[in-house]
């Protein structure tokens, strides 16, 4: 999974990047190259299943975050839009807003953005004219093929130009995407333009060092404002969580307690991300390794043992599954057969989060 990480110059959106993916990289506010890294997601299951099986490699669930140019304002459309930064959007899962909700003279606030109204505000007009001219690219082609089109393919286009210029409409009158009451076949239309406004966002209130204190009050309040919009919402400094990702483990947890930040930032934008795009974590265990995979919530066994190799969902005879809580209480595998805690699931079996599972297969 793909999160591309936004925001206006002097957000601290690079900073955020390198507290999540411990990368390094100089903020300045101006860059205009890319950066991708991993970050781990935290599974507090993991622990225990490394004490039962001792195996000789863990691996945790990983998300992938970009880090991108800052965006601009007053821009035209996506005129002024790189195609790489385009292609970046369109690609990505889900998007992270780093909005700037500290108060730095000496760090100088961008254009439009000097409250988070405004950059949230800012954002998404930036956003809605990408789509905009999308949209505006796609009207112009089917209006030109319209013209020459033979009697059999006119009903076809325009049906698809009637729900080009209704999204349009809508998103000029500041609907986003997501947001429109659009049918589920209208909607796997509309993927083949990967409009930017129909993806999922979260929104990270970056605030001041001074200000972490209150953190979880302002996260409470702008999760309640920006709810109707379905936006997941997280409160930190992320200059300082760049700066608590370099500490030791334990040096880390001292500090941290001192300050009184209960959760690494990087586990907070982790979980968010997994709430955002609907995610959860089934686990493989044994003497060779450990490992939590990310996949949707209720995919299909078949469909998720493909995502620890394709010959395993091309060869899917079953699954042997487990929930964590019922292998703990046993105390391991054998003694969760002999108690009838694991279950032999077919193809279609809804995965749930925690599902320990071993897949039968042949190819």
Same mark, same amino acid.
């Given at each position: 999974?793909?999160?591309?990480?936004?925001?206006?110059?002097?957000?601290?959106?690079?900073?955020?990047?390198?507290?999540?993916?411990?990368?390094?990289?100089?903020?300045?506010?101006?860059?205009?190259?890319?950066?991708?890294?991993? $970050?781990?997601?935290?599974?507090?299951?993991?622990?225990?299943?490394?004490?039962?099986?001792?195996?000789?490699?863990?691996?945790?669930? /990983?998300?992938?975050?970009?880090?991108?140019?800052?965006?601009?304002?007053?821009?035209?459309?996506?005129?002024?839009?790189?195609?790489?930064?385009?292609?970046?959007?369109?690609?990505?899962?889900?998007?992270?807003?780093?909005?700037?909700?500290?108060?730095?003279? $000496?760090?100088?606030?961008?254009?439009?953005?000097?409250?988070? %109204?405004?950059?949230?505000?800012?954002?998404?007009?930036?956003?809605?004219?990408?789509?905009?001219?999308?949209?505006?690219?796609?009207?112009?082609?089917?209006?030109?093929?319209?013209?020459? $089109?033979?009697?059999?393919?006119?009903?076809?286009?325009?049906?698809?130009?009637?729900?080009?210029?209704?999204?349009?409409?809508?998103? %000029?009158? /500041?609907?986003?995407?997501?947001?429109?009451?659009?049918?589920?076949?209208?909607?796997?239309?509309?993927?083949?333009?990967?409009?930017?406004?129909?993806?999922?966002?979260?929104?990270?209130?970056?605030?001041?060092e001074d200000d972490v204190a209150d953190t979880a009050k302002l996260e409470a309040e702008w999760r309640d404002r920006l709810s109707e919009q379905g936006r997941v919402v997280v409160g930190l400094c992320a200059e300082l969580e760049m700066e608590l990702a370099q500490f030791s483990g334990e040096d880390e947890v001292e500090f941290r307690e001192s300050l009184g930040i209960v959760e690494p930032g990087r586990d907070h934008v982790a979980k968010a991300s997994?709430?955002?795009?609907?995610?959860?974590?089934?686990?493989?265990?044994?003497?060779? %390794?450990?490992?939590?995979?990310?996949? *949707?919530?209720?995919?299909?066994?078949?469909? *998720?043992?493909?995502?620890?190799?394709?010959?395993?969902?091309?060869?899917?005879?079953? *699954?042997?599954?487990?929930?964590?809580?019922?292998?703990?209480?046993?105390?391991?595998?054998?003694?969760?057969?002999?108690?009838?805690?694991?279950?032999?699931?077919?193809?279609?079996?809804?995965?749930?989060?925690?599902?320990?599972?071993?897949?039968?297969?042949?190819?």
């Amino acid at each position: 999974m793909d999160l591309l990480i936004l925001g206006f110059p002097q957000s601290g959106k690079t900073s955020l990047f390198s507290a999540l993916t411990n990368r390094q990289i100089t903020p300045g506010g101006y860059s205009d190259g890319t950066s991708n890294g991993m $970050a781990k997601v935290p599974d507090e299951r993991l622990g225990p299943l490394t004490e039962m099986f001792k195996p000789q490699k863990v691996t945790p669930a /990983e998300i992938q975050y970009i880090d991108t140019p800052p965006m601009g304002s007053g821009r035209k459309r996506d005129s002024a839009l790189s195609g790489e930064l385009l292609n970046l959007m369109q690609g990505a899962d889900a998007l992270v807003h780093v909005v700037r909700a500290f108060d730095n003279p $000496a760090v100088p606030v961008a254009d439009g953005a000097a409250t988070p %109204e405004d950059a949230i505000i800012g954002m998404d007009l930036e956003l809605a004219m990408v789509d905009l001219g999308i949209l505006e690219r796609r009207t112009d082609r089917l209006t030109s093929s319209l013209r020459g $089109a033979k009697a059999t393919e006119r009903a076809a286009i325009e049906k698809e130009l009637e729900l080009v210029t209704r999204v349009h409409d809508a998103l %000029e009158s /500041e609907v986003p995407v997501i947001k429109q009451d659009i049918s589920k076949e209208d909607r796997l239309t509309l993927a083949n333009f990967n409009l930017i406004t129909a993806k999922p966002m979260m929104v990270v209130l970056n605030v001041g060092e001074d200000d972490v204190a209150d953190t979880a009050k302002l996260e409470a309040e702008w999760r309640d404002r920006l709810s109707e919009q379905g936006r997941v919402v997280v409160g930190l400094c992320a200059e300082l969580e760049m700066e608590l990702a370099q500490f030791s483990g334990e040096d880390e947890v001292e500090f941290r307690e001192s300050l009184g930040i209960v959760e690494p930032g990087r586990d907070h934008v982790a979980k968010a991300s997994y709430e955002l795009l609907g995610l959860v974590s089934f686990l493989t265990a044994g003497p060779d %390794e450990v490992r939590a995979w990310t996949i *949707a919530k209720e995919t299909p066994a078949q469909k *998720a043992a493909g995502k620890i190799h394709s010959d395993i969902e091309r060869g899917f005879i079953r *699954a042997e599954v487990v929930t964590f809580d019922d292998l703990m209480a046993a105390g391991g595998l054998a003694e969760a057969k002999k108690v009838g805690k694991f279950r032999l699931e077919g193809k279609a079996y809804p995965m749930q989060d925690g599902d320990v599972v071993n897949f039968l297969f042949s190819v």
